[in-house]
């Protein structure tokens, strides 16, 4: 069966998710949406994608860009489509759009988990989304908090955890956004990460604190997780090895900075110079002196491309297709990692 996939919302995610779609041997992409004509219509009208406005066709016939219908004509020709629209238009869209033309819908981490009742992370919980209608894929930086705390769960048994969030201030093509010369705490205590984590992780005792810095690049996440069983920490490195979408990235290389990992990922020839795995610091996963029970890392995460990978993953859960591993590996081998 091939799966017919429509992207609502062609911005940061929805492009890269388009692309991904369009690599899948089992999923067919019918089209994109535009709100707005810009660079990103040309690029995608470039790639051959259908166009469908959501907002008029006005803004694209001045820019000479022949459309292809609007959302409701794509609509009418998908299985399922990814929202990737800014926070809170997808859960109108899921209510007004979707429900009514019965198909199914993915939304992603700016909505939260009540949108949908499932959140997803393909390592944690594939089967929860099997053969559901609507499910989030949670932001970036709860999906990297998931793989790695997943992983080290699995190894040791996690009895708690303390995570704090340091967050790039906006994407790097975005110009609205900071800040650009403060560090700006998030005055709420848990922050919603911790909740967040927990819609995938249900068991999991989490409390998290964050801030966001002057970058566009990636966040950095400082974990202190207390487990079960002890640690030591050339298994903690073998561990993380081990675990799919998750890098050992080491001093040694030079990968020493969020900046540095960005370029090694553009040297890597990726796509857009993308690292959809979590980076895992190989010199700086720990254990304190005191006790082997307290796991210490940090670990950064690529806000735009992380969560790709999941929503490949999610929406063959989605359309019944039970094996996982088998999923993740499928969707692992388009992107090039492991
Ligand atoms: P974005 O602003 O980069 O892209 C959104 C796109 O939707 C834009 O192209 C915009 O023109 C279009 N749009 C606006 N209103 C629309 C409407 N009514 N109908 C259709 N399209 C419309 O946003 P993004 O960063 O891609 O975020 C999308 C979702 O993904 C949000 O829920 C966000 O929280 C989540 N997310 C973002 C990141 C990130 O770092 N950028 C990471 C993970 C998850």
């Known amino acids: 069966m091939t ?22 041997k089992d999923m067919k992409l019918i089209g994109v949406t535009a709100h707005s004509y810009s ?42 489509i990814v929202d990737a629209t800014p926070k809170k238009i997808a859960q109108d869209n899921l209510e007004k759009l979707y429900k009514p033309s019965k198909i199914k819908g993915i939304v992603q981490g700016g909505e939260k988990h009540q949108v949908t009742g499932v959140s997803f992370v393909a390592q944690c919980n594939y089967n929860e989304a099997l053969n559901k209608d609507f499910v ?37 093509w975005d110009i609205y956004h900071g800040p650009i010369n403060a560090i700006v705490p998030v005055l709420e205590m848990p922050s919603h990460h911790g909740p967040d984590a927990k819609s995938v992780l249900h068991s999991m005792e989490i409390f998290t604190t964050a801030l966001s810095v002057p970058s566009t690049l990636m966040h950095l996440h400082t974990v202190i997780a207390d487990v079960r069983k002890k640690v030591n920490v050339d298994d903690a490195v073998e561990m993380f090895k081990n675990t799919t979408r998750v890098r050992i990235v080491r001093n ?53 491309s992380d969560v790709i990978p999941e929503n490949i993953d999610c929406i063959r859960a989605m359309m019944g297709f039970k094996d996982g591993d088998k999923s993740i590996k499928m969707t692992n081998e388009t992107f090039g990692i492991k």
């Open 136 to 172: 989030r894929v949670v932001s970036c930086n709860t999906t990297g908090l998931c793989r790695t705390l997943n992983a080290v769960d699995k190894a040791y048994g996690i009895e708690s955890v303390h995570a704090t969030m340091i967050r790039r201030g906006a994407d790097p």
């Open 252 to 304: 040694a290389e030079h990968l020493r900075s969020t900046a540095e990992i960005m370029e090694f990922a553009r040297d890597l020839g990726r796509l857009r110079g993308d690292m959809p795995e979590i980076c895992v610091w190989q010199e700086a996963i720990g254990i304190t002196s005191n006790s082997h029970n307290k796991l210490l890392y940090m670990q950064a995460v690529h806000q735009e």
């Open 3 to 24: 799966i017919k996939v429509g992207i609502n919302g062609y911005g940061t995610i929805g492009k890269r998710v388009a692309d991904a779609v369009a690599s899948q």
């Open 39 to 80: 660079f990103n219509t040309e690029i995608a009208k470039k790639k051959g994608y259908k166009i469908f406005t959501t907002a008029g066709d006005g803004d694209f016939k001045l820019n000479g860009i022949k459309t292809d219908g609007d959302i409701k004509n794509l609509i009418e020709e998908v299985d399922i």
